[in-house]
């Protein structure tokens, strides 16, 4: 449709609804007031809306809308059937259907594995536990049967809802002006629904886990209601007047939209400002399901102010999936890029934009990542400005290449997806090999008379207690040390936070990073506040990797200690599995005390090393258990991010800016640069903000020892029962010929095993 076209039929509808509802235009600049706004039209205004209504800015049509009485809603979908002639955009679905088959072979060999052991019947075999150990390790691959997440970040009214609404042509999301999402939005195709689920809206409270969305204790443990889009609008939007509240966190939505097939969408709240900070929470919470991120910031005012911070925030949170392709993940969204606004405007701003903040971006996010290992060398502006892609629905150009790059995202998340899958599972039936060849050895062990094997045990045991004390009092001594951990990460805050909000140290970030007053007036607070968040990641992770490597070093030679019945040789592939063979881990021991623990504080950074190297130790019990409530299981990148293991360092910065990113400066003698630095210097002293610093700090190394404390708790208790089982089962004369024939069987199921070719 032509512009001309379009521009009068939007115009007659206005003027139509307005004469309906018995108005004219002064009477409709009078009711023009949005809620937290005010007023936002007079009757000049109104007469160049119905003049040009598509020249009109988002904010102008709400004001006149909310006065004739019409949802927003309703214009944008007249606007939609005006010009959206959706072109076919091709998603790929092949490596969706080919992990999804994978995950369903594996499982079905597991399935196998244990009817092999199950139709054993044997006594000896019964007594190993077999069936329990190799469930348990199935259940993880359960937990890789999950798609690609895309999240989909940014403030209330920069788009989010209507750019996925867009993708999966519905609107099914609920669209404002205000700010509307308050729960995280999950998308899923409505093949992937369950059959305990049988509206297309499920809400549930935190602590869902949506990968494990076919688990009906999951479902019956966190649903708090079902039903159709309705749901939305009530528990799903923020609802300022009515004064309820619930407890809704996230809700899963079926759609048929094929994009859908490869990847789910997430939806994440956008008042960021909220005195609650409860937006804040579940939008950075978004983080930790996913896996690619799409962030949205408007053309006027592309990642300024609150949205660099914010996009910081979540964008540090979410390293590559490869070093080779360190942007590819990521796409920043340019919304509100209305058709009247020059074409040469719109493909400068993301030029221009990351030229002026690359340095920022580097010390808030890439910087961190070279640390961490993740990329090899800073990206540059422009490959970042490659990444941008204007965005206005009404715009065919822009939303048909929208369309296109989400599409590319959700094919290059998907084909990760399906390398990321198939290393799981090889290294979990790793794991079941290994599981199989450890009771091999262990009742090849059980022919040998009841004496050896006792004798055997008890001088293993007296060498283990002999050295017991001793790891306990290391254990202890590294538990001790997170108080002098806290107090020299407190020190190392402390110093770079007197540098920083120096009058100098703020001089001389203004003259880096601003060329304007203006510029500096508006962004500085949020520059400094993401300064001191991503400062204080960095000193708790680098901590944190210190603590884990002694950590390991201590479970380590507790493995060592530990005794261990070893009168056979052990075959040669089981030789080489990590430090030793052995029905007990003591890794799984001591993150299994983990369980049921709220916050784990650096252990969660710990545990995450396991998840990365599943298949190298045998995790059954609550050690799996804890990487499933972590989230660890099934996820691209393998790495926990400091949103759950810190649970606040990265809200805090946006609550720093408060501290100075809207006061008002009045800048008078000497440069302005210099004034402003005063200004803002003084302000910040006057805040508490240290002492938000000093409380997270504090939190997170109590949170260590805590930790750690239940951990070696329930590492002396497995060991002890561990040893118990030792002596017990040498107590016991074993048939030889009886023994043969369990091995003999076990080394059927080894064959079963091994068979898995197809899977790779």
Not at 434 to 457: G, H, P, Q
Request: with cysteine; aromatic share 8%.
């Amino acid at each position: 449709m032509k512009h001309e076209e379009l521009n009068e039929r939007l115009r007659s509808f206005l003027v139509e609804s307005r004469e309906k509802a018995g108005l004219s235009q002064v009477d409709v600049a009078a009711r023009s007031e949005i809620f937290g706004l005010g007023r936002t039209l007079d009757q000049r205004a109104v007469s160049r809306i119905e003049s040009q209504p598509i020249n009109t800015d988002a904010i102008k049509i709400a004001g006149y809308l909310s006065a004739v009485g019409i949802q927003p809603s309703k214009y944008y979908e007249l606007l939609a059937e005006y010009t959206y002639q959706r072109e076919e955009s091709y998603v790929s679905t092949i490596n969706a259907d080919v992990v999804r088959e994978k995950i369903g072979s594996a499982k079905a060999l597991i399935s196998k594995v244990m009817s092999s052991i199950e139709q054993y019947n044997h006594e000896y075999i019964d007594t190993l536990g077999l069936i329990a150990k190799v469930e348990q390790l199935g259940e993880l691959v359960d937990g890789l049967d999950r798609k690609p997440v895309i999240g989909c970040f940014g403030n209330f009214d920069a788009g989010k809802s209507t750019l996925i609404n867009t993708v999966i042509d519905d609107s099914l999301l609920p669209v404002s002006y205000q700010p509307a999402t308050c729960v995280v939005n999950l998308l899923m195709h409505e093949s992937d629904k369950p059959e305990s689920i049988t509206g297309n809206v499920a809400v549930f409270r935190k602590g869902f886990r949506p990968h494990l969305i076919h688990s009906r204790s999951e479902v019956a443990k966190y649903l708090i209601e079902q039903g159709d889009e309705g749901i939305l609008n009530r528990l799903g939007v923020h609802n300022y007047d009515s004064g309820d509240s619930h407890d809704a966190y996230i809700a899963i939505v079926f759609s048929s939209a094929d994009i859908l097939r490869s990847v789910w969408l997430l939806d994440t709240p956008g008042d960021l400002n909220s005195s609650d900070e409860s937006d804040t929470e579940k939008a950075l919470g978004g983080v930790e399901l996913s896996d690619g991120v799409v962030f949205v910031s408007p053309h006027a005012g592309f990642l300024k102010a609150s949205d660099l911070g914010f996009a910081s925030n979540i964008v540090r949170q979410r390293p590559p999936i490869e070093k080779e392709s360190p942007l590819d993940h990521l796409l920043f969204i340019q919304s509100h890029c209305h058709s009247e606004i020059d074409r040469e405007d719109i493909d400068a701003v993301g030029n221009v934009t990351f030229k002026r903040i690359k340095k920022q971006l580097d010390e808030l996010i890439f910087s961190s990542w070279v640390e961490d290992g993740y990329i090899s060398c800073l990206p540059k502006a422009s490959d970042l400005t490659q990444r941008v892609q204007p965005f206005w629905r009404e715009n065919g150009d822009y939303r048909d290449n929208t369309l296109r790059r989400i599409g590319e995202l959700a094919t290059y998340l998907s084909e990760k997806q399906l390398v990321t899958v198939e290393n799981h599972i090889e290294r979990t039936f790793k794991s079941i090999e290994n599981l199989l060849l450890e009771e091999v050895a262990k009742l090849k062990n059980r022919k040998f008379s009841a004496d050896e094997r006792i004798r055997e045990v008890k001088e293993k045991d007296a060498r283990f207690r002999s050295l017991s004390d001793r790891l306990i009092e290391d254990f202890n001594a590294l538990i001790d040390s997170c108080d002098r951990i806290r107090q020299n990460d407190l020190e190392t805050m402390e110093l770079y936070f007197q540098r920083v909000t120096s009058v100098e140290g703020l001089e001389e970030l203004i003259n880096e990073s601003y060329s304007t007053k203006k510029e500096a007036e508006s962004e500085l607070g949020n520059y400094v506040s993401q300064l001191l968040s991503t400062k204080l990641e960095v000193t708790l992770k680098k901590s944190s990797k210190s603590l884990a490597r002694d950590l390991d070093a201590l479970l380590e030679r507790w493995q060592e200690a530990a005794p261990v019945v070893s009168l056979v040789d052990v075959d040669a592939d089981v030789q080489g599995f990590g430090e030793g063979f052995s029905s007990f881990d003591s890794r799984a021991a001591f993150v299994g005390g983990f369980a049921g623990l709220g916050s784990l504080g650096a252990m969660a950074l710990y545990v995450s090393t396991i998840a990365s190297n599943l298949g190298a130790y045998i995790l059954v019990g609550k050690a799996a258990g804890v990487l499933v409530s972590l989230g660890l299981v099934g996820s691209v990148t393998t790495v926990t991010s400091f949103v759950a293991a810190i649970g606040g360092p990265i809200t805090i910065g946006i609550v720093f800016a408060a501290a100075i990113g809207y006061l008002i400066y009045r800048l008078a003698g000497g440069s302005w640069q210099k004034s402003l630095a005063k200004k803002a210097s003084e302000a910040l002293r006057k805040e508490p903000i240290f002492d938000r610093v000093e409380d997270v700090v504090t939190k997170y190394w109590e949170s260590t020892a805590t930790a750690l404390k239940a951990g070696l708790n329930e590492l002396i208790v497995n060991t002890n029962e561990h040893i118990e089982n030792l002596i017990a089962d040498a107590a016991v004369d074993y048939e030889p010929g009886k023994i043969d024939q369990s091995v003999s069987l076990i080394d059927e199921t080894l064959l079963i095993v091994r068979d898995h070719s197809s899977l790779k």
